[in-house]
Each structure stands twice: as C-alpha cells, then as structure tokens.
C-alpha cells in the first residue's frame, strides 16, 4: 500500500487543463521534494517533473508541477491526445528511508 | 546520450533467486551524484521502488524487501546487478533499471531502461 495517494482517474475534453493531486505526509512530501513520473501505455516510465516543479530538458511547458505542506499537484494545460497515460508521483520517505511512488492516475482524453 | 538496458530470466520458479543485470552507457557511475536504481512494476499495478546504489557505493533498499535484495555495481563493466532471493508468484512483475541523480541523497530517475518482463511460476 503506497504511502502517496493519487486519485485513480481524471478526463477532461481536448485543449481543456486537468490537475492530478498527491496526499502524503510530513515525512514525504511535507519534507522533500516531489517527482512526477508519466507512463504511456505499453512504455517505460518518464520523467516530467522533479524538485516539485523544475522541467527536464525537452518536456512540454504545458505540464507544470507545485507542492503545498504535505501535498503536490501536476497539472497539464492544453490537454491533447498523447497525454492520455499513467502519471505518478514520487518521494523520498524519511521514515522508511526509501523512495516511494504514489498509486498513480489515469488521465483519459475524452 | 544516456542508455540503459535490463538482462535476464524471463521465468523463474517458486524459491528460486533472481538475477538481473542492468547494462548501461553514457554516464560514469564513479561520477559524483549518481546512481542507480531499480523498480517494479507488476502487470496492471503501480511502481514500486527496490533498491538504488550510488556513485560511494552507498546503497538504499526498499524496507519491505532489503531482507531479499542485493544491489551491486561494477563500475569498469558499467553494470549493476540486482538480486533477490526467494521468489514468489507475486513477484511477477516489469524489472525497470535508472539512472539516478540526486542532492541531498533525495533522488530521482531520469533515464529509465525498457524494462524486462520476469514471470514467477513452477
């Protein structure tokens, strides 16, 4: 059972914005920074934001990441059809002292 | 340019001990900062991290399986192996091998591999 809860699903129409939430607690989140990794199907996952809310080289303005206490959202504007994935979030846990994943969404272009 | 690329059984039986290998180029893993790491991801189901070795040889393994794992590298070959001992039908899953950055020892992946399909049956 991951410790950074992401809701299962979210769609929204075309050229509309959509926002994934991440929960987790002051030994994660609340405490060190937050990754955002995008999984398109049947591919190796990708990352998209890390630190928060910094874009590696080549990713798409249009995904932009921020972090609030022991929260943290990705949001993508402009949705399109090649957005439609699994995206998760990611951290470091000092209480377990690993790496651990949020329970990842589903974004659906409708 | 960054590469990495998972080797190894595709099935393995119950009890048995696996062992992956995680080729790579483009990076030095002598080089300040960086690791190595590996996660899972069993069909249909989430990421989950295993283990992650950095550049000082330091090493990290998920709680919930470091009685199991054993994450080494071999810096002149640029390889690092993963194994872990005691397989089980729930460990059927997609092994990632990535490369790691981190500062202040908090991490994150940006080079991932393909992943490599190891199945757990009898």
């Known amino acids: 059972q991951s410790v950074l809860t992401q809701p299962p699903s979210v769609s929204e129409a075309p050229r509309q914005r959509v926002t994934i939430s991440c929960s987790g607690s002051?030994?994660?989140?609340?405490?060190?920074?937050v990754n955002w990794y995008q999984q398109l199907p049947g591919k190796a996952p990708k990352l998209l934001i890390y630190?928060?809310?910094l874009l590696p080289s080549g990713v798409s303005d249009r995904f932009s990441g921020s972090k609030s206490g022991t929260s943290a959202s990705l949001a993508i504007s402009g949705l399109q059809s090649e957005d439609e994935a699994d995206y998760y979030c990611?951290?470091?846990?000092?209480?377990?002292?690993?790496?651990?994943f949020g329970t990842g969404t589903k974004v659906t272009v409708l | 340019q960054i590469t990495l690329k998972e080797s190894g059984p595709t099935l393995v039986k119950p009890t048995q001990t696996l062992t992956l290998t995680c080729t790579f180029s483009?990076?030095?893993?002598?080089?300040?900062?960086?690791?190595v790491g590996w996660i899972r991801q069993p069909p249909g189901k989430a990421l989950e991290w295993l283990a992650l070795i950095y550049w000082d040889d330091d090493k990290r393994y998920s709680p919930s399986l470091k009685s199991r794992l054993t994450i080494t590298k071999d810096t002149s070959k640029n390889q690092v192996v993963l194994t872990m001992t005691n397989m089980d039908p729930v460990d059927t899953a997609t092994y990632y091998c990535?490369?790691?950055?981190?500062?202040?020892?908090?991490?994150?992946?940006?080079?991932w591999g393909q992943g490599t399909l190891v199945t757990v049956s009898s």
């Open positions: 990535a490369h790691s950055l981190a500062a202040a020892g908090r991490p994150y992946f940006d080079y």
């Open positions: 002051s030994s994660n989140i609340g405490n060190n920074a």
């Open positions: 483009g990076f030095s893993l002598s080089t300040s900062g960086v690791g």
């Open positions: 630190y928060d809310d």
């Open positions: 990611a951290a470091w846990d000092d209480s377990l002292n690993g790496y651990v």
